[in-house]
């Protein structure tokens, strides 16, 4: 499925403190969200350590910009428990540090925004 999302509205979003949006998200994304996390279970490895990269850390660094991406890495955690799904939603609208370990789940988080913006 491919999505048209104003790259400028994912942007304003992140990073942007917007608890309405970030409710609202909650709200709407609850069901998958859990999916989610369910899916990428038995995937996790909370002693994995490692940087982001490849196509969402592109991504990231285009919302976010270079700079405060790699500020905020460089800050990220990479041990301990793994984040939920709705965590990652949170870090990203907060503008907090996206946890390196959690790379595809945050991918998902994404889409499920971009299918609330956009049109398909």
């Not at 400028?8 to 942007?16: D, E, P, V």
């Not at 940087?51 to 790699?70: N, P, Q, T, Y």
């Not at 949170?90 to 956009?118: H, Q, T, W």
């Amino acid at each position: 499925m491919t999505y048209a999302v104003p790259a400028g509205s994912i942007q304003k979003l992140a990073g942007s403190k917007d608890g309405a949006k970030l409710s609202l998200y909650k709200s709407k994304l609850a069901e998958g969200l859990q999916e989610n996390d369910e899916f990428f279970e038995d995937m996790e490895d909370e002693e994995a350590e490692g940087e982001m990269k490849g196509c969402l850390a592109g991504i990231l660094r285009l919302f976010v910009g270079k700079k405060k991406f790699e500020q905020e890495q460089a800050k990220a955690r990479t041990s301990g428990p793994v984040p939920s799904s709705e965590q990652l939603l949170e870090a990203f609208i907060n503008g907090d540090p996206i946890d390196l370990r959690c790379g595809s789940k945050m991918g998902y988080v994404l889409k499920m925004i971009c299918e609330l913006e956009g049109k398909s």
